[in-house]
């Protein structure tokens, strides 16, 4: 019986995609180049350290650890800036309305997320209320698609995986949904989130219903 949602954040729950891209970019073209945005795709799940040996690897560019302990705190220091202006209008749509139905129908809800900034988000947009438990980049060691945040998180709820429905834009984190042995609704593109057991294009889409009839989906 499923008795939890567990949300990734970033394409989930708010659009800060395009927070993490400028400040990506800005960096890229600081070391003296640039990447496309369908490059920034592969960002999309990445831990930040990742992320920017990804970037790095895109430019031809090779630096020292202590040097990209810097550029990624740099990136991070206008990727903040951006983030502590973010309002609730920035709640990608259904996402608030969905949190509300499943808590008041006795769901529990958790946030599973790579970034460390996942408490600054939650508050600037007033959703931090309606979550149990947080797991983010700060309590975990392993990155999507390893299943560790999400394994924490059904953990924080006191439940077991099985019982615990993922919702994931990346397909990393849809493979890291699949790995702790959990349901997982892709948002996004069926094309491109094949492993998930129902995608839908947000959480606007989704009703108690779908959830409950993930139960009967057998997909691995
Ligand atoms: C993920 C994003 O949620 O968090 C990635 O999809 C990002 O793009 C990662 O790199 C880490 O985020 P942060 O906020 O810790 O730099
Ligand atoms: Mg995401």
Redesign the pocket.
């Known amino acids: 019986m499923i008795k939890a949602c567990i949300f ?4 989930v729950i708010v659009d800060t ?1 395009v927070y ?1 891209y400028q400040a990506w970019k800005r960096l890229a073209n600081e070391l003296g180049f640039d990447f496309t945005e369908h490059q920034n795709e592969q ?6 350290v990742r ?1 920017l040996e990804l970037i790095l690897g895109w430019g031809n560019v090779t630096k020292t650890t202590a040097e990209q302990t810097e550029l990624a705190t740099r990136k ?1 220091k206008w ?1 903040v800036e951006m983030i502590n202006r973010m309002q609730p209008s920035e709640i990608l749509p259904g996402a608030k309305e969905f949190l509300q139905v499943a808590r008041a129908a006795g769901l529990k809800t958790a946030l599973g ?5 996942s408490a600054t988000i939650l508050e600037r947009v007033g959703l931090l209320p309606l979550f149990n438990a947080i797991v983010d ?1 700060n309590h975990v060691t392993a990155s999507k698609p390893d299943p560790e945040v999400f394994l924490k998180g059904a953990e924080a709820l006191g439940l077991n995986p099985v019982e615990c429905v993922v919702f994931e834009d ?1 397909i990393a984190g849809v493979q890291a949904a699949k790995a702790g042995g959990m349901k997982v609704v892709g948002i996004g593109s069926p094309d491109v989130l094949t492993a998930a057991d129902l995608v839908i294009p947000g959480l606007h889409e989704m009703t108690l219903e779908k959830l409950q009839a993930l139960n009967s989906v057998q997909k691995y």
């Not at 990734?8 to 394409?11: A, E, I, M, N, T």
């Not at 997320?113 to 900034?117: F, L, T």
């Open positions: 990734d954040l970033d394409g995609a993490h960002l999309k799940g990445v831990s930040r992320s991070n990727y997320s790579a970034s460390k900034n980049g990346a």
